[in-house]
């Protein structure tokens, strides 16, 4: 099934039997365990992006955003 890949936006594949997600964009290959935990550290560092945490770290999501690519 398609899924969003966690890396770089575009369409990712994840296997009928969720072992594995692919992404033929950016190369991502990875089982469907370390997807997850991909997707919950990103979702953890967005929200501190967001300053649902830590109140107010604008100045920093700039730099931040740009070492995923
Ligand atoms: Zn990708």
Redesign the pocket.
């Known amino acids: 099934m398609k899924i969003k890949?966690?890396?770089?936006?575009?369409?990712?594949e994840l296997a009928s039997d969720f072992s594995v997600v692919r992404?033929?964009?950016?190369?991502?290959d990875m089982s469907y365990g370390e997807y997850v935990k991909f997707v919950a550290h990103n979702v953890a560092k967005y929200s501190d992006i967001l300053g649902d945490y830590s109140g107010s770290t604008e100045g920093e999501s700039a730099g931040t955003l740009d070492e995923w690519d």
Not at 5 to 12: I, L, M, N, R, Y
């Open positions: 890949c966690p890396k770089c936006d575009e369409g990712a992404c033929e964009h950016c190369n991502l």
